[in-house]
């Protein structure tokens, strides 16, 4: 993708996942649909080609929405870019359908995405990395007639060279960050999740005669199935901080709280209304599995006990204390809150912790800019319906964050469930400010 020098973009959006490319789409929409001057805009992945969480692409691994909470069709069921559409042009439709099921696996899914993402190829660069964001300097921007603007700081990941890009807003999208649990490292023989098959796949399955699994989340259970079925010489233990896995509530009345009206109910709702979708939802997403994992799983384990023959372990109540590396060896300290709350020390060959991921922060990106960016009580980024960062009135320039936004806008901030809509709404946003309307109310 090139981009003159001085060519400042309506928008720039700082990587480019499921959010960006829906956005993407959104604006690309809203041009064919609109009069006016095009919204210009270019996005920056750090990746070298697009990719959807790549190493949890585990076969037979579904997704946790429907297809039609795709990159477009709840905002425009019109849309060229539907995975109705990309089954069309597949010329799976009749089929997908006479499979009936809402559930595509994740494969299927990514494939629709790169589908999608292949009309978009002219405004994303690859490689690219977004290291930071800065204000324009007053008198270079009044000198160039250019208005105040925002410099975007991209670095090359193969030849580490960097160069700047100018926008009046960006959008920042860059997507959960893995957490491991503290004092853990990763290393060759230590993994988290989500860099799952790149790590397994360096490895030779004989080398792996013992794996464990820490966590009792979708991640946990997927990976602990997946080496099950991988590795039929190995002992496969899942190291679980509850007692059993916990069945991810998916049932009609409670997935309402991802559809878009929650997020109204969430915005403008207080902060007892906000800690009730909490109390009461989490169980739709964070720390639970989808049914027929946790049947599968459960169904195994009690065939090895029927056969006599038991390599699939679920270790209850535990918690890991401490590893201890050297060289090939991995030795687990675990906690256990069962007999006597005890512990014990095991022995493996790989370590995954599938312990989950902490939201996206745009603070790091934005070093001194965050000086007009306003924040509330619990120190979190003040966000305007709009999804758009509250600043001081000085900045005229717009932080629109896709994801980090679950203190504001609730439970669907980092997930697929909503992205068309929210994507349509920075759309308009960046347009109506543009053309100097008021902004939409914000929350107090
Ligand atoms: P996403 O993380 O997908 O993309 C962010 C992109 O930004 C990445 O490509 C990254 O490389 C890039 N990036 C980061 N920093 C950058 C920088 N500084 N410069 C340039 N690029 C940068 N949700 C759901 O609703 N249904 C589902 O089925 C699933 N399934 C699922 C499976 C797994 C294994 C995980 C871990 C998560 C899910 N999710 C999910 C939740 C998940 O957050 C969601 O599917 C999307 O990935 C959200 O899309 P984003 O584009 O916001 O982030
Ligand atoms: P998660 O739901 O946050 O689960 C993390 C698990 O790790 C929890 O059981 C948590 O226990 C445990 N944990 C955290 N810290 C720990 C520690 N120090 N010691 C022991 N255990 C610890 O994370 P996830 O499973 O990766 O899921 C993240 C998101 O990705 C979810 O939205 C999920 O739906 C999605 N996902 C989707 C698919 C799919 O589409 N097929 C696949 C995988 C993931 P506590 O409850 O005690 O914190």
């Known amino acids: 993708m090139g981009t003159r020098a001085h060519e400042i973009h309506d928008i720039v959006g700082i990587g480019f996942g499921p959010s960006n490319l829906s956005l993407a789409i959104a604006l690309e929409e809203h041009q064919a649909s609109a009069e006016g001057q095009p919204v210009s805009a270019v996005f920056f992945e750090r990746q070298e080609a697009f990719g959807w969480h790549r190493n949890m692409l585990l076969p037979q691994a579904t997704m946790q929405i429907s297809f039609l909470k795709d990159l477009a069709t709840f905002r425009n069921p019109h849309s060229r870019y539907s995975f109705v559409s990309y089954l069309h042009a597949s010329d799976r439709l009749v089929q997908f359908v006479n499979n009936q099921d809402f559930f595509p696996t994740r494969q299927e899914f990514h494939q629709y995405l790169e589908w999608a993402e292949a009309n978009f190829r ?16 007053g008198a270079d921007a009044a000198e160039s007639g250019a208005g105040q603007h925002l410099e975007i700081e991209v670095r090359d990941t193969v030849s580490g060279a960097t160069r700047v890009v100018r926008a009046r807003n960006v959008a920042v999208s860059t997507g959960l960050v893995p957490r491991m649990p503290d ?13 799952f098959l790149d790590r397994y796949g360096r490895m030779k399955p004989e080398e792996l005669g013992h794996v464990a699994v820490v966590g009792a989340g979708q991640s946990a259970a997927e990976i602990t199935k997946f080496l099950h079925d ?4 190995a002992q496969v233990s899942a190291i679980l901080p509850s007692y059993g896995y916990s069945v991810a509530d998916d049932t009609p009345f409670a997935n309402q709280v991802f559809d878009p009206a929650a997020v109204d109910h969430y915005y403008f709702g207080s902060d007892t209304t906000r800690d009730a979708f909490w109390r009461y939802h989490k169980n739709t997403n964070y720390s639970v599995v989808d049914t027929d994992v946790i049947r599968e799983l459960f169904r195994r384990a009690y065939e090895e006990e029927v056969a006599g023959h038991k390599r699939l372990n679920f270790l209850n109540l535990t918690r890991v204390k401490e590893v201890k590396r050297s060289g090939n060896d991995t030795r687990v300290v675990l906690h256990s809150l069962l007999d006597g ?14 312990t989950g991921y902490s939201t996206m922060d745009a603070t790091g990106l934005l070093g ?35 994801g980090g936004t679950e203190h504001t806008h609730g439970l669907t901030s980092s997930l697929l469930s909503n992205i068309a809509v929210r994507s349509g709404e920075i759309a308009d946003s960046v347009v109506r400010r ?3 309307a008021a902004p939409a109310p914000a929350a107090d």
């Open 122 to 137: 002219d405004r994303v660069s690859y490689n690219s990395e977004v290291t930071g964001i800065r204000l324009s300097e």
């Open 183 to 195: 004092g853990m490292e990763r290393d060759e023989r230590v993994w988290h999740s989500s860099e």
């Open 230 to 233: 991988m590795l039929p010489q």
């Open 341 to 354: 709350e005890g512990e014990q020390e095991v022995d493996v060959d790989a370590l995954v912790f599938a």
């Open 368 to 402: 001194d800019l965050d000086r007009f960016c306003r924040r509330d009580e619990q120190g979190k980024h003040r966000v305007e319906r709009d999804y758009r960062i509250v600043t001081d009135p000085e900045l005229t320039c717009g932080i629109y964050l896709q």
């Open 434 to 436: 543009r053309a100097g």
